[in-house]
T-cell receptor, first 113, second 121 residues
Framework: GENVEQHPSTLSVQEGDSAVIKCTYS??????FPWYKQELGKGPQLIID?????GEKKDQRIAVTLNKTAKHFSLHITETQPEDSAVYFC????????????FGKGTHLIIQP | GAVVSQHPSWVICKSGTSVKIECRSL??????MFWYRQFPKQSLMLMAT?????????EQGVEKDKFLINHASLTLSTLTVTSAHPEDSSFYIC?????????????????FGPGTRLTVL
């Protein structure tokens, strides 16, 4: 099955700086890679995703890059704000989408004012 | 759009009792729903995949007789934790997948509910 590794487990950055979270996956058949933001006591919220036929996707301050050859993908948040503080999870989906997602262990992002 | 609700948001029960959690897709039909479990400060672990009108598929190590899943309609799946014990205390989260492509919705997107906090005394 799929295995997703995520680093770092905790990331502290100054407000206004950029944050980068990296994930690797093991199943070369995986073709969909979403990123979720989870606030305390709430369910995960999809913030951006990328499919295997695309190398990069951007949505305002958030971007995701995918390197299929190396089997890794990254989340980039620029101009960080206090409300960006949360736990971020990467995930991978293999096959035709009939399966559940395999999640990374999460990154606790702390934005220092 | 793409809203998924869960009920209840939290529940406290005595050991040995059963608890039912509902997951509803409010504005789309979900042929497939997923149930995840999340322990404190840990990641989400897939428990089972629920397809409308058929039996759920459970992940290895998840007891199907303990975690009963019913997906009776395209907008509702239920998870029943039978004979709950303190070690079943966790955050249970469902997600729903929209079928095919419709407007901005694509095949692979999963939308998560807000979760249900279960505490077994």
């Amino acid at each position: 099955g799929e295995n997703v590794e995520q680093h770092p487990s905790t990331l502290s950055v100054q407000e206004g700086d950029s944050a980068v979270i990296k994930c690797t996956y093991s199943d070369s058949a995986s073709n969909y890679f979403p990123w979720y933001k989870q606030e305390l006591g709430k369910g995960p919220q999809l913030i951006i995703d990328i499919r295997s036929n695309v190398g990069e996707k951007k949505d305002q301050r958030i971007a995701v890059t995918l390197n299929k050859t190396a089997k890794h993908f990254s989340l980039h948040i620029t101009e960080t704000q206090p409300e960006d503080s949360a736990v971020y999870f990467c995930a991978a989906l293999s096959g035709g989408g009939a399966d559940g997602l395999t999640f990374g262990k999460g990154t606790h992002l702390i934005i220092q004012p | 759009g793409a809203v998924v609700s869960q009920h209840p948001s939290w529940v406290i029960c005595k050991s040995g009792t059963s608890v039912k959690i509902e997951c509803r897709s409010l504005d789309f039909q979900a042929t497939t729903m997923f149930w995840y479990r999340q322990f404190p400060k840990q990641s989400l672990m897939l428990m089972a995949t629920s397809n409308e009108g058929s039996k759920a598929t459970y992940e290895q190590g998840v007891e199907k007789d303990k975690f009963l899943i019913n997906h009776a309609s395209l907008t509702l799946s239920t998870l029943t934790v039978t004979s709950a014990h303190p070690e079943d205390s966790s955050f249970y989260i469902c997600s729903a997948r929209a079928p095919g492509t419709s407007g901005v919705r694509t095949y692979n997107e999963q939308f998560f509910g807000p979760g249900t906090r279960l505490t077994v005394l």
